[in-house]
C-alpha cells in the first residue's frame, strides 16, 4: 500500500515553545491530507484538513491560529503546534488518499509538552 | 459522529478465524467500507475495503449484505500481532475525511 511518513515520531518541549510536525506521502502525490489527533485511550478526532496551495479547513473546536497548517507541495504537510501547553500532549497523526482514494496514515507522532 | 457500530471488544483463539461485526444501517448508495487496525501506540493501518461487493486481499475478508446495512471482516487465522483496535468506517470516494467510532478491541489469546 501507500506510504506515508511523520516526522519527528517523538517530541518533548517546553510549554510555550512551538513545535513542528511533517507529514510526507512518499511514493505518491496528494493534494489533500488530514490531520487527527488522538488522547490516550480515546478513538482519533479529525483536527483539519490540509488542502495543498490553499487554506486549510479546520474541524468545529479546533483553533486555526494554534494548529498551524502548511501543505506546501503535493507530498508535504506540516502541523505546527504553537504556544504548546500541557494539555496539547496527544498522539498526533496524518493520512493522505492514495491515487485511488483510499487514505493512508502515518505512524503518528508522539507529542509531550512538559 | 460516527455512522458505524461495532463491539466494544472481543476475544478470539489464536489460529481460529476472526469476524469482526460491523452495522452501517444508514450508509448512502455512494459511501464505501473501510476497516483500519490500530495497534498500540501506532498509526492506523489500511486493511480494506468495499461498495457493494465482497472483497479479499492477503490480510482479510470483507463480507458486506447485500442491503448494505451491515458488513464483516475476517481475519482467517488470526495470530497474536492482530491484537489491536479494529475500525469500521464508512465514507464517500476520493479520500474523504474518517469519522472514527470507538472500534473492537480484538484480543488474540494463545
Known amino acids: 500500500g501507500a506510504v506515508v511518513s511523520q516526522h519527528p515520531s517523538w517530541v518533548i518541549c517546553k510549554s510555550g515553545t512551538s513545535v513542528k510536525i511533517e507529514c510526507r506521502s512518499l511514493d505518491f502525490q496528494a493534494t489533500t491530507m488530514f490531520w487527527y489527533r488522538q488522547f490516550p485511550k480515546q478513538s482519533l478526532m479529525l483536527m483539519a484538513t490540509?488542502?495543498?496551495?490553499?487554506?486549510?479547513?479546520?474541524e468545529q473546536g479546533v483553533e486555526k491560529d494554534k494548529f498551524l497548517i502548511n501543505h506546501a507541495s503535493l507530498t508535504l504537510s506540516t502541523l505546527t503546534v504553537t504556544s504548546a501547553h500541557p494539555e496539547d500532549s496527544s498522539f498526533y497523526i496524518c493520512?493522505?488518499?492514495?491515487?485511488?482514494?483510499?487514505?493512508?496514515f502515518g505512524p503518528g507522532t508522539r507529542l509531550t509538552v512538559l | 459522529d460516527a455512522k458505524t457500530t461495532q463491539p466494544t471488544s472481543m476475544d478470539c483463539a489464536e489460529g481460529r478465524a476472526a469476524n469482526l461485526p460491523c452495522n452501517h444501517s444508514?450508509?448512502?448508495?455512494?459511501?464505501?467500507v473501510y476497516w483500519y487496525r490500530q495497534i498500540h501506540s501506532q498509526g492506523p493501518q489500511y486493511i480494506i475495503h468495499g461498495l457493494k461487493n465482497n472483497e479479499t486481499n492477503e490480510m482479510a475478508s470483507l463480507i458486506i449484505t447485500e442491503d448494505r446495512k451491515s458488513s464483516t471482516l475476517i481475519l482467517p487465522h488470526a495470530t497474536l500481532r492482530d491484537t489491536a483496535v479494529y475500525y469500521c468506517i464508512v465514507t464517500e470516494a476520493a479520500g474523504n475525511k474518517l469519522t472514527f467510532g470507538g472500534g473492537t478491541r480484538v484480543l488474540v489469546k494463545p
Open positions: 444508514t450508509i448512502s448508495g455512494n459511501e464505501y
Open positions: 493520512s493522505a488518499p492514495d491515487p485511488s482514494g483510499s487514505p493512508f
Open positions: 490540509s488542502n495543498e496551495g490553499s487554506k486549510a479547513t479546520y
